[in-house]
């Protein structure tokens, strides 16, 4: 069975972005696996961690992405903090600029995701075009 952890908790330190969850994290054990997708009918993106020999999902909710721009402007990965653990989500800067990119006048996503995507990460958008 696949878990869905809900980032709830966002702050910068040091100009880090720190992730948190509101769950019982004591039984949490997650490594990252580096890979962004997308969950469309929820306005959010997902980054995938390995959990027991499972993914899991981390769901990044779009009240998050405004942080996300910050953090692609930065082009530093965010951290998870879990158990008082600094875990960085690697990969996600590469992951998450390369799939806005793709969703960017992509009706496939669905006109709703799209046009909060393109509203959202305008600044990153048009830095690369």
Do not use: C
Not at 1 to 13: A, H, P, S, T
Not at 17 to 27: K, M
Not at 68 to 95: A, G
Not at 104 to 122: D, I, L, M, P, S
């Amino acid at each position: 069975m696949r878990n869905i952890y809900y980032i709830e908790k966002y702050q910068f330190v040091h100009n880090e972005l720190h992730l948190s969850l509101n769950e019982n994290q004591n039984e949490i054990q997650i490594q990252p696996a580096g890979q962004v997708l997308t969950d469309s009918d929820h306005l959010a993106f997902i980054y995938l961690v390995e959990e027991v020999g499972e993914y899991s999902y981390l769901y990044l909710p779009d009240d998050l992405w405004p942080a996300l721009v910050r953090v692609l402007q930065s082009e530093q990965n965010p951290y998870l903090i879990l158990n008082e653990q600094k875990i960085e989500l690697e990969n996600f800067t590469e992951e998450l600029t390369m799939l806005l990119f793709n969703i960017e006048g992509n009706e496939n996503y669905g006109k709703t995701f799209v046009e909060a995507v393109e509203t959202a990460f305008t600044e990153i958008l048009k830095e690369q075009a």
